[in-house]
């Protein structure tokens, strides 16, 4: 009966510990999606900074 008793216990611990993982992996996904839209963002601003400049002085 302890035996059994100890084995669930574990199991339990086990799944649970198993259950804060992946929490840990959508937030870190999260992190990492908004960090690429930052990046997007500001790569996108040079972009058209460097287009207008070079616009502007041909003329």
Avoid: I, N, P
Avoid at 6 to 12: F, H, K
Avoid at 34 to 56: G, I, L, N, Y
Wanted: glycine share 2%.
């Amino acid at each position: 009966m302890k035996q059994t008793l100890l084995v669930a216990a574990l199991l339990a611990v086990a799944l649970s510990a198993c259950g804060k993982k992946e929490e840990v992996a959508a937030d870190a996904a999260s992190a990492v999606v908004e960090a690429a839209s930052a990046v997007e963002a500001t790569a996108a601003s040079a972009v058209d900074a460097v287009a207008s400049e070079r616009c502007s002085s041909s003329f």
